[in-house]
């Protein structure tokens, strides 16, 4: 179930579930998006990205769609393992600017 | 490997007494950024460096400078530390204009408590 914690949700899954992460992005004017894996006590991990020209785009076990209608981008995790247990963020940027805005974040259990 | 290097991984100063964070990359980006992360918040931009310009962000405390003596090394000096500035310290950069890969590349941060 998902649930919202002091400041991140949390989404809890049983191992061998697909997950589904969802982040609403606040710009319509940016054009690239990523998600970032970060494990405690480490730096953000890449994952995937998609650009504004796109709707879908998959990688190995993992599938991120975006909606710019309702600027919403969703992660999607196959057959999660324990292995996935972390903090998901999205990242958007607008190219011209170089910055980068981070989501909220949600935290991703993994049930064995 | 190519990589963002942080250092220290730790760092714990004093009320008030100034303190650097250091990082160095090997990836040959042209953009270094500085983001500040709480616990269980997202990372939050302080400022960024496109080659030697430096853009800061409107919400950044002056507390808070940044150094960029050349494309490999970036600093970030917090001038009066308070318990507010206790987080952890992200590094990032990536390549604009050079090749079609931006994507940000993260350090591994540094923890900074301050007491």
């Known amino acids: 179930g998902e649930s919202v914690g002091l400041h991140l949700p949390t989404l809890s899954v049983q191992e061998g579930d697909n997950s589904i992460i969802n982040c609403a992005y606040s710009n319509s004017a940016s054009d690239y998006f990523i998600w970032y894996k970060q494990e405690s006590g480490k730096g953000p991990q890449f994952i995937i990205d998609?650009?504004?020209?796109?709707d879908k785009r998959q990688g190995q076990r993992v599938t991120v769609l975006l909606n710019k209608t309702v600027k919403h981008l969703s992660l999607q995790i196959a057959a999660t393992q324990p292995g996935d247990s972390a903090v998901y963020f999205c990242a958007e940027t607008n190219s011209g600017t170089y910055k980068y805005i981070f989501g909220t974040g949600t935290r991703l259990k993994v049930l064995a | 490997d190519a990589m963002v290097i942080q250092n220290p991984r730790y760092q714990v100063t004093q009320f008030g007494k100034p303190v650097t964070l250091s990082c160095s990359q090997t990836?040959?980006?042209?953009?270094m950024y500085w983001y500040q992360q709480k616990s269980s918040q997202a990372p939050k931009l302080l400022f960024h460096?496109?080659?030697?310009?430096?853009?800061n962000e409107a919400d950044t405390p002056d507390n808070f400078q940044s150094r960029r003596p050349n494309t490999s090394f970036c600093f970030l000096d917090i001038r009066s530390p308070g318990l507010g500035d206790a987080a952890m310290y992200l590094c990032?950069?990536?390549?604009?204009?050079?090749?079609?890969?931006?994507?940000?590349?993260f350090g591994s941060g540094t923890q900074l408590s301050v007491l």
């Open positions: 998609i650009r504004s020209n796109m």
């Open positions: 990836l040959n980006h042209n953009v």
């Open positions: 460096y496109y080659d030697k310009d430096f853009n």
């Open positions: 990032a950069t990536s390549s604009h204009g050079r090749a079609d890969n931006e994507k940000l590349f």
